[in-house]
């Protein structure tokens, strides 16, 4: 089936920096959504992106649709403590009325 | 705050046992969609109703099953529970009948079955 396949499974980074991350997957996605779960929360979506090569910003975050439709990255640019949570990918399965998420991405912050 | 809510936020029980989690879409939504998320993995389609009717079903076993009610709240049955069930179980609303990048997620139940 379909599955997305997200690098790396955890970041641990400094204040300050940027921070980017990819999902991947072996089968073509015609949209790519990326959310933010942060701890005891549920995920709220960041970005969706529906077009491949398409690039779109919101605030510090920046995601890209990759041209090949199998992957999508997320950037964030002068990270801050309430960057903090989990990043997950996620793009709806064709031909059904679901979504598949990937296994996210864990940011973690020293400040 | 999505405006989806979910009671209760946690829940322990033992194995065997038979629960109800209840969650109240936003305002003039009518799906409701149901996830489970065990430790440290990503989200998993249970099932979507819309409008009191199913209308996608995903890796839901057969001891779970769900129903959305006349006034569109939605509960979520899990019996016969294992070991394995422990996890968050997240509801999410939409207004449409299939709007994957328009779904509200609530906060969550923890089941926790020992």
């Known amino acids: 089936g379909q599955q997305l396949n997200q690098s790396p499974q955890s970041m641990f980074i400094q204040e300050g920096e940027d921070v980017s991350m990819n999902c991947t997957s072996s089968s073509i996605f015609n949209t790519w959504l990326w959310y933010k779960q942060d701890p005891g929360e549920g995920p709220v979506l960041l970005i969706a992106l529906y077009k491949a090569g398409e690039l779109t910003s919101n605030g510090r975050l920046t995601a890209q649709f990759g041209i090949t439709r199998k992957d999508s990255f997320l950037n964030i640019s002068a990270s801050i403590p309430s960057d903090v949570g989990i990043y997950f990918c996620?793009?709806?399965?064709?031909?059904?009325?679901?979504?598949?998420f990937g296994q996210g991405t864990r940011l973690t912050i020293n400040p | 705050d999505s405006g989806v809510t979910q009671t209760p936020k946690h829940l322990i029980t033992a194995t065997g046992q038979r629960v109800t989690l209840r969650c109240s879409p936003r305002s003039g939504d009518l799906s409701v969609y149901w996830y489970q998320q065990s430790l440290d993995q990503g989200l998993q389609f249970l099932i979507q109703?819309?409008?009191?009717?199913?209308?996608a079903k995903g890796n839901i076993l057969e001891r779970f099953s769900a129903q959305q009610f006349p006034d569109l709240h939605s509960e979520l049955n899990l019996s016969s529970l294992e070991l394995g069930d422990s996890a968050l179980y997240f509801c999410?609303?939409?207004?449409?009948?299939?709007?994957?990048?328009?779904?509200?997620f609530g906060p969550g139940t923890r089941l926790t079955v020992l």
């Open positions: 996620a793009g709806p399965i064709q031909g059904a009325q679901k979504l598949v």
């Open positions: 999410a609303s939409s207004v449409a009948r299939w709007d994957y990048n328009e779904q509200f």
């Open positions: 109703y819309y409008n009191g009717e199913e209308r």
